[in-house]
């Protein structure tokens, strides 16, 4: 079984690889009669796109969308949409010894002992490149939760962090780092060039906020929303690892502290935290959905590192090629729109269970 799809009622399966002639998303599930367009899902393709700094990858990608069915005079009809991106600068040649040796942190010898065979140009469908079909498919996701707006930021590289003191949402379209704060984006700004020049790379954490998620999406055990939400970040490529709320700070807290203290409000309760991150028991509480995750460092690096061939023998690679000194840097708008995609399936599960 290959599984390439992911969500319940509102469905996304990617496809195409790094390096094939093209990629993109099939969303299927969408509600019919919503305004779309391409311009209206590029924006979020261009925030994602390759060669925009010396900070990413060198490679060139317009990363133009073209939307190929589920579309008529402007609206979702409610059969599948498909999106394509066309890949317009690979570079293969760049990976020839990646197909005789593996490269360790990448996912060339787990590929390789599941199929007996791999994509060796830019690792096919384990390479980051794979997040551009997301994104798209993510844009459509966000038509279908016009109530819900979402936020994505870098708060660290190479176990660096921002000061939340000096938290500017305006900061973070200002700098190549999608940081909200502008000292720590001009100290990354050495940081990620020292790497990129030294051929290594740096790992980093990237926090996402949904505001305006009613209370009630979700569902207790195996449907609960943290869960496809940390299932849908950890399907990311180079994530490896997820918090919700205070996440594993928590475990450090007291249950008073902890908690999320309730007043009377407004046509519900006023909350005085959010240790929670906006959900409870698997449902949202109408509280800002928070969520931090960390990618690792890019695998692909020009520092020489022991590994082994194909056939066994013991060998070292290094990786030529355009490759992100920091791949989580990239990676806000990819947990965008991930974010997007597991709330608006849930609002259609949500809507379909009780009605509303």
Same mark, same amino acid.
């Given at each position: 079984m290959s599984v390439n799809s992911f969500g319940r009622l509102f469905r996304f399966t990617t496809w195409g690889e790094s390096h094939g002639p093209a990629l993109g998303a099939v969303v299927d599930g969408c509600p019919p009669g919503l305004a779309i367009s391409e311009a209206d899902l590029q924006p979020f393709l261009d925030a994602r796109r390759p060669g925009q700094s010396k900070f990413t990858t060198q490679r060139q990608e317009p990363d133009a969308v073209k939307i190929l069915s589920g579309v008529f005079e402007g609206k979702t009809t409610g059969t599948p949409i498909s999106l394509m991106i066309e890949n317009v600068d690979q570079r293969s040649k760049d990976y020839s010894e990646v197909a005789l040796a593996y490269r360790p942190g990448h996912a060339d010898y787990a590929y390789d002992a599941k199929y007996g065979f791999r994509d060796y140009r830019g690792g096919g469908r384990s390479s980051a490149r794979e997040t551009a079909a997301r994104v798209a498919a993510g844009g459509v996701a966000r038509l279908v939760i016009p109530e819900v707006t979402i936020l994505a930021y870098v708060t660290e590289i190479g176990g660096d962090a921002i000061d939340r003191a000096n938290f500017d949402p305006a900061e973070i379209a200002n700098n190549p780092f999608f940081c909200p704060d502008a000292e720590a984006a001009k100290r990354w700004e050495k940081l990620v060039d020292d790497a990129r020049l030294a051929g290594s790379s740096l790992g980093a954490v990237v926090e996402c906020v949904a505001e305006g998620v009613p209370a009630g999406w979700g569902a207790p055990l195996y449907g609960k929303l943290d869960a496809d939400l940390a299932s849908g970040m950890m399907s990311i490529n180079a994530v490896k690892g997820i918090e919700i709320g205070d996440g594993f700070a928590a475990a450090r807290l007291t249950g008073e502290q902890n908690a999320d203290p309730m007043r009377p409000g407004n046509g519900g309760p006023r909350f005085l935290a959010n240790h929670a991150g906006g959900i409870a028991g698997g449902i949202s509480t109408g509280?800002? +959905? +928070? &969520? !931090? $995750?960390?990618?690792? %460092?890019? /695998? /692909?690096? &020009?520092? %020489? $590192?022991?590994?082994?061939?194909?056939?066994?023998?013991? /060998?070292?690679?290094?990786?030529? =090629? !355009?490759?992100?000194?920091? +791949? =989580?840097?990239r990676g806000a708008p990819v947990v965008e729109a991930m974010m997007a995609l597991v709330l608006a399936d849930h609002k259609l599960l949500h809507r379909g269970q009780v009605g509303a």
């Open positions: 509280q800002p +959905v +928070v &969520l !931090r $995750v960390a990618f690792k %460092p890019t /695998s /692909s690096i &020009l520092t %020489p $590192v022991e590994t082994i061939t194909r056939e066994g023998e013991a /060998s070292e690679i290094r990786t030529k =090629g !355009r490759h992100d000194p920091c +791949v =989580g840097i």
